[in-house]
T-cell receptor, first 117, second 118 residues
Framework: AQTVTQSQPEMSVQEAETVTLSCTYD???????LFWYKQPPSRQMILVIR??????QNATENRFSVNFQKAAKSFSLKISDSQLGDTAMYFC??????????????FGKGTKLSVKP | ETGVTQSPTHLIKTRGQQVTLRCSSQ?????VSWYQQALGQGPQFIFQ???????GRGNFPPRFSGLQFPNYSSELNVNALELDDSALYLC?????????????????FGPGTRLLVL
């Protein structure tokens, strides 16, 4: 069974600085998808970034980028130029491709990020 | 483009009662997944619906059931409510299984329904 581990329950960063959130996962699959979702106090889970395991290039979305290390089963999220609106719970998630899954995302327990002015 | 919507936003029930939660998928999506998120935890997969049938199920008892309608909207029904059912219930929609480029694996979430069982 796949598992996702986020070892940092809480983190804080000063506005405009850079922060990195860690995620490791365990799987025997070769092809899969990894995601970072953000959940602000409003509760809605918002997709931040997606990485396909078969792509060696790290995904980027504006101020958000990942460091995907397939051999190490590591998938960290870097937030550059942190903004107050980045304050939220961040969840790392794993999914096998269809044909090998039930269509379910497997989530870590989350990291609570606070951006301080 | 309309995002995923859920109703109601909050609900209070007593133990033993039944509840129905509703979800409308994002336009262009015909697959709906339901998750339960207990306080301080990551979401746990309940089940997924595609073509009005259950397409996959997590480790939840049969008193958790669902439906999907021809317009792709979905319901989650929970019978014989227990105190531990108190949680945020999230609905997510996606493109059909097998859609290329990771589109079917990418799920977009609604705002959730907060259920409190007393």
């Amino acid at each position: 069974a796949q598992t996702v581990t986020q070892s940092q329950p809480e983190m804080s960063v000063q506005e405009a600085e850079t922060v990195t959130l860690s995620c490791t996962y365990d799987t025997s699959e070769n092809n899969y998808y990894l995601f970072w979702y953000k959940q602000p106090p409003s509760r809605q889970m918002i997709l931040v970034i997606r990485q396909e395991a078969y792509k060696q290039q790290n995904a980027t979305e504006n101020r958000f980028s990942v460091n995907f290390q397939k051999a190490a089963k590591s998938f960290s999220l870097k937030i550059s130029d942190s903004q107050l609106g980045d304050t939220a719970m961040y969840f790392c998630a794993f999914m096998k491709p269809y044909g090998g899954s039930q269509g379910n995302l497997i989530f870590g327990k989350g990291t609570k990020l606070s951006v301080k002015p | 483009e309309t995002g995923v919507t859920q109703s109601p936003t909050h609900l209070i029930k007593t133990r033993g009662q039944q509840v129905t939660l509703r979800c409308s998928s994002q336009s262009g999506h015909n697959t709906v997944s339901w998750y339960q998120q207990a306080l301080g935890q990551g979401p746990q997969f309940i089940f997924q619906y595609y073509r009005e049938e259950e397409n996959g199920r997590g480790n939840f008892p049969p008193r958790f059931s669902g439906l999907q309608f021809p317009n792709y909207s979905s319901e989650l029904n929970v019978n014989a409510l227990e105190l531990d059912d108190s949680a945020l219930y999230l609905c997510a929609s996606s493109f059909p299984p097998g859609t290329s480029g990771g589109a079917s694996e990418t799920q977009y979430f609604g705002p959730g329904t907060r259920l409190l069982v007393l």
